[in-house]
């Protein structure tokens, strides 16, 4: 969970309304730490790391420096690392949606099924819809399948 926060205002959030109590994000010194904790302590070879919140976009930032450390760390140990994010796809902007390509992040996007159903539970803070944004913002990821490409988080390994 590496951001306590998130831009939208859905009816039934769990987190207070987007809010989390102190809106927290991860510090990369946690993040690395929480790395390091999971090679140490498991004994299997291939890893998977999923970025959650809130909105993990949030924390943007974050997710790459997680990304290159996990990269340096498969030169030297015998582990290998898959990503995968559950974001609301309203802050997948050019540079974002290039990065999840170049790293083959699995991305799954939270979305309450057609428009009018989910517009009246998802919205931003003026309470606008957000479907349509959605759907434009992921078009080129779903377009090259990076949502439901080689790795899916559910078949995974044995976790």
Do not use: W
């Amino acid at each position: 969970m590496i951001a306590q926060e998130c831009n939208l205002k859905c009816k039934y959030c769990y987190g207070e309304g987007g809010e989390y109590q102190e809106r927290g994000k991860m510090t990369n010194d946690i993040a690395i730490k929480s790395v390091d904790f999971l090679i140490e302590n498991t004994k299997q070879k291939e890893l998977l790391i999923i970025f959650f919140g809130g909105e993990p976009l949030m924390n943007f930032d974050l997710i790459k420096v997680v990304v290159e450390y996990c990269k340096a760390k498969e030169k030297y140990t015998d582990k290998k690392f898959r990503f995968s994010m559950t974001t609301n796809g309203t802050l997948i902007n050019d540079k974002i949606e290039e990065y999840i390509r170049e790293n083959n992040i699995f991305v799954q996007i939270s979305i309450d099924g057609r428009k009018e159903v989910n517009d009246i539970n998802r919205f931003n803070s003026s309470g606008e819809g957000i479907f349509d944004k959605v759907i434009a913002r992921t078009h080129n990821l779903r377009k090259v399948n990076i949502t439901g490409s080689k790795f899916h988080p559910f078949t995974y390994g044995n976790h």
